[in-house]
C-alpha cells in the first residue's frame, strides 16, 4: 500500500504555506523572532512551554502544530506507532554559539544549563515528541541540503514494515536568523481518501519548490 | 530475508586503536578514565577518559597528513581504514554506503577562532564529506545525530537500508571529541562525576565523559563471512519516551519500547537472553530508568553491565563501541564486570555483571537512552543462535 502526504507545511521567511497555498503572510514582520510570534498568534497555538525553545526547535515546532492542526485522527493512533523524522544542514550550530559564548571568556564564565540543553538537533523531535505524546521511530539526520529521495526511502521503510502508522516528517533548520521548515504527515493510504499526493521523492520536490 | 552480518570492527579510544587491544583491557578491568586539570578542557580538575593524541598523529602520518584533518576525522579515518583492512570490500564502490554517527562532531573548532580549516568544516556534513573524499566513496553519506543515542541508531539505520538491497554493505562509524563544550555543559547540569563513573551503583554520582570512534561494518554479502558462525545483526528500534528534553522517563517506558520493537523486529519470542550491554550512564536517574525498563521486559535475570566506566560516555561513539565488545564477548565467550559498581543502587533487581566471566554468550541486547527523550535498542545474535 502506499504512503500518502495527508497535510504539508512550509515555514520561509514571511510566509506559511500549507497544502501548496499561502495560508499566512506578514511581511510587517520580516525578522525570526516577531514572524514565529505572529504564527503562533495566527494559528492560535497554547503552548507556554513554547517560550523557552531555541530558534531551530521554535520553528520546527510550529510547522508540526500547522500541519497537525485538523488532523484529529493521529491522536487515535498508538502514540509508539507514530514517528518524527526529521533533516537538518546546521544541526543546532546557533545555539552551539550562544553556549559557547558562555564559556569563552575565562572572566565572565557562565555555562548555563537552559541553553546547553539545545545543543543537540534532535532536541526538537523531543521537543515535538512531548507535545504530541509521540513514542515511535525518531532520528534527526544531517545533510547539507533536503535529500528527499532518502527521507522518503526511510520514512516509507518504516510504514512498510508496520514499526510506524503516521510519521512527521520533513526539515527544519536555522541558522543566524535564516530559517526554513518544511514538514509532512505521511500516513498509510485509506481508500476514501481521493487527490493524496503519494510520498515520494518527485512529488516531494514539486512541493517545496 | 537477507541476513545481516557484522564482518569487521574497530575502536579507537583511551584503552587503544584497535577492537582487541581495548577488550585485553575490558577483560583485565582497566580503565582509561584519568583526572585532568588541563585549561583547554576544564575550568576545574575532571575525570575524562583521552585518545592519546601523540598516537593518533603518529598512526595517521603514514596515512594523510595530519594537518590536513581534525582530531575527529583523523580518529575516524584510523578507525574505517582499520575495520577496512579486515575485510576485501573496497569502500570507493557504489555498493557500499556510509553512515556515521556524532553528537557534535568538529566541536573543538568553535573554541578555536584561529583554526586553519575551511569554515563550513563546523558542519556535520562537511566532516563526514572529509571521511569520506579519503576512502573515494562518491555515495552521498547518512549522518545522524541522535544526542547519547546516536551510535545504536546508526547501527539500526544501516542495517534498516542494507534490508531494501540498494547496497550491499554499509560502514558505520561514530564519534566524539573532548573540548571545553561538552564536559562545562554537563558540569553545569550538575552531571559530572567527580570520580570516575560508578554505573548502577548506590554511590553513583554522575557520568564521566570519554572521547572516541568505533566503526563496525555491516554486509549481506556472505561471500564477506569468514567466520563459521558469525554474529548478526538481528533487530533495532529507536522510541521517545515524550517526557522530558533532559531527563528520562520515570517509568522506562520509552526504553521499554525499544526493547520490545526490537525484540519484534529480530523474531525473539522468549527471554533467553544471554547478555544486555547497558547504557549505564551512572546518573542516578539514567540507571534507575534503565532498571525499570529492564524489569518490564522481564529481563531481569539477564546479566548486565555498563562499559562507561572504562571508556567515559563517548557520546555519538558509545553505541557503536559497546555494541564492538558485545561482538567480542560472543566471539570469546566471556562477560566484562561493571567496573566501579560495587553496593547494588536501583530499585529494581537487575542481573549487574560484578566479575569478570567465562561463560558462553550467543546473544545480546544493546540498550540506550539520551536527551530529547530518545531511546534505542539492537539485538545481536550468532547465525546458529536466537
Redesign the interface.
Known sequence: MENVISKYCIVKPHEVIVDGKVDFSDSENPEYGAFMKAIYKHYEVKYPKYFKMDNLCKVAFLATEIVLQGNDQIKELDPGKVGVILQNSHSSIDTDSKYNDTIKDKANYFPSPAVFVYTLPNVMIGEICIRNKFQGENTCFIAKEFDAEFISDYVNGLLDSGKIDACVTGWADYIDGEYCAMLFLVEKSKENIKDNISFKPEFINQLIK | MNKIYTIADNIISSLGFTSNENFLALKAGKSGISKTSDPKLT?SPLQVSQVDSERLNSDFSRLEKPEDYTRLEKMMILSINDALSQTEIDPSKEDTLFVFSS???N?DL??DENHPFDKDR?????MSDSVCNFFKSKI?P??????CISGI?AIN?GA??L??Q?YKNVIVCGGDVIS??TP??????KAVSENPCKPFDANRDGITLGEGVGTIILSTNKNLVKEDNPVIFRGG??????????GPSRTG??LY?AIR?TLD?AGKSDTKIDYISGHGTATPYNDEMESKAIKWAELDHVPVNSLKSYWGHTLGAAGIIECVAGIHSIKENCLIKTLGYSEHGVSEAINIIKEYEETEVRNFLKTAS?????NAAAYFSELNAD
Open positions: 575550568q553528537v557534535k562532531g566541536i568553535i573554541e563546523i558542519h556535520l556534513w562537511a552521498k547518512i549522518f545522524i545525530s541522535n544526542a541508531t539505520t534498516h537500508l534490508k531494501n540498494k571545553e563544550f562545562s555543559g554537563f558540569q553545569s547540569f528500534a529507536n522510541t521517545n519516551d515524550a517526557n522530558h528534553i533532559s517506558d520509552g519500547y520493537n523486529e539520551g536527551f530529547g527523550g530518545s
